[in-house]
């Protein structure tokens, strides 16, 4: 069974501060990486792809990716309120050729204003 | 980002009655569709994934008879929760993904409460 590992949290950071959130992964053969954000009650959303080892920014999103350690990273630059809400790492199965992601159960950070 | 619908939002249904569920993929050809399901404060569950024209795969433990899915298009999937009772009571969530990614983009969710 391919695992994906997060720290449930909660995660509390001062408003303005950097989040560091982080993922670990079993299945040494994956490729595609994804961070969603998950507010409560509602459905998750896409915020980063990665696919090569290294970082790739977006705004204030930074994804940083080690497949020799099989760990994933997203950093929230300039921490909001609205940040607050439940992130997912998710990574696809590179054995089974199945299109299905395997989903972490997320890590809450909190932002305080 | 893609978009993905889902309906209804909400539904409210007595126990033994079934509900079917809706997910359209509205600006993309959603090849592979999925269905979660999410109770308070838990991870999301994979129930099924869906290909165009296939049966559907379900998980392990995930009852077929129950959970019919139909993915009749390249833009539209359905569950139908058959003889739904009180613990099918549950947050439905369905993604949709393109041929030749394996990003997944999810629709808005229906919140199902059996009474």
């Known amino acids: 069974q391919k695992e994906v590992e997060q720290n449930s949290g909660p995660l509390s950071v001062p408003e303005g501060a950097i989040a560091s959130l982080n993922c670990t992964y079993s299945d040494r053969g994956s490729q595609s990486f994804f961070w969603y954000r998950q507010y409560s009650g509602k459905s998750p959303e896409l915020i980063m792809s990665i696919y090569s080892n290294g970082d790739k920014e977006d705004g204030r999103f930074t994804a940083q990716l080690n497949k020799a350690s099989q760990y994933v990273s997203l950093l929230i630059r300039d921490s909001q309120p609205s940040d607050s809400a439940t992130y997912l790492c998710a990574v696809n199965n590179a054995d089974t050729g199945r299109r299905a992601l395997t989903f972490g159960s997320g890590t809450r950070l909190q932002v305080q204003p | 980002g893609a978009v993905v619908s889902q309906h209804p939002s909400w539904v409210i249904c007595k126990s033994g009655t079934s509900v079917k569920i809706e997910c359209r993929s509205l600006d993309f050809q959603a090849t592979t569709m999925f269905w979660y399901r999410q109770f308070p404060k838990q991870s999301l569950m994979l129930m099924a994934t869906s290909n165009e024209g296939s049966k559907a795969t379900y998980e392990q433990g995930v009852e077929k008879d129950k959970f019919l899915i139909n993915h009749a298009s390249l833009t539209l999937s359905t569950l139908t929760v058959t003889s739904a009772h009180p613990e099918d009571s549950s947050f439905y969530i369905c993604?949709?993904?393109?041929?030749?990614?394996?990003?997944?983009?999810f629709g808005p969710g229906t919140r199902l409460t059996v009474t």
């Open positions: 993604s949709g993904g393109d041929r030749g990614s394996y990003e997944q983009y």
